[in-house]
């Protein structure tokens, strides 16, 4: 490890609790994900002078699992609520069943579907919303859901928030979500909507994202890298 690069890893929460009532929750893969990540993070000897997670319960989760599997001396983490997710699976909730025509739930139409199938289908009306949501297609200002032109503003000022706090010789660590995560690459690197999408879509839980600090922002160094073994490794 090259101590004079600072670098910047950006760290998706485990396999939260697709399909509950309460979503922002670890599954019992996530926090094996979490557990399995911190030990690879010490295998490597990599240390952090920044911890920095969301404000979601998935994001302190998994940075309590990344302890956990650490085992030697981690800083506290700061909490930086910029690094919220976007409203997309909220989003979903309210618009699949009015595109569906339907007063079902989303989890009522989705037990309907064969469990083997259940992720596939449930992509295809995402994506669609998705698309709308970054085009700004739909008013979900209406909603009170925050718009993609304003979640940008926010991972953005996140971002510098980070770029801010780095300091000579050091990484930082950031514990958030597959969007947020797009978000800061979207900031660093020029991207379609498309592409936007399919990074968002691909982001594995408990990945690795590299950035390495610039006098004026971020370089992409590597993007997505999974450190668990690949039976652990889940997408949602």
Known sequence: ???????LYLIRHGQASFGEKNYDNLSKKGFK????????????????????IGPLNRHRQTFEGIKEGFKGKVKDPVIINEFAENQLME?????????????????????????WKRRKEFFKYFNIIAKKWI????????????????????????????HNLMKDDNH?????????????????????????????????????????????????????RSLIPKYLETYI
Request: aromatic share 10%; proline share 2%.
């Open 33 to 52: 994900q979490s557990i399995s990540l911190g030990r690879k993070l010490k295998k490597e000897k990599i240390e952090f002078e920044n911890i920095i």
């Open 1 to 7: 490890m090259d101590n004079k690069i600072q670098k």
């Open 135 to 162: 085009l700004g297609e739909y008013d979900f200002s209406k909603n009170k859901f925050e718009t993609y032109k304003d979640f940008r503003k926010r991972i953005k000022f996140a971002k510098n928030k980070v």
């Open 172 to 224: 930082t660590m950031v514990v958030s979500s597959g969007g947020a995560i797009t978000g800061i690459y979207s900031e660093c690197e020029p991207l379609t909507v498309d592409e936007i999408m399919q990074n968002s879509f691909e982001i594995k839980n408990a990945s690795v994202s590299t950035f390495i600090k610039q006098n004026q922002g971020f370089t992409l160094e590597s993007f997505n």
């Open 91 to 115: 989003i979903a909730q309210h618009y699949i069943p009015i595109m569906l025509n339907t007063e079902k739930s989303m989890k009522e139409i989705f037990s309907e579907v064969p469990i």
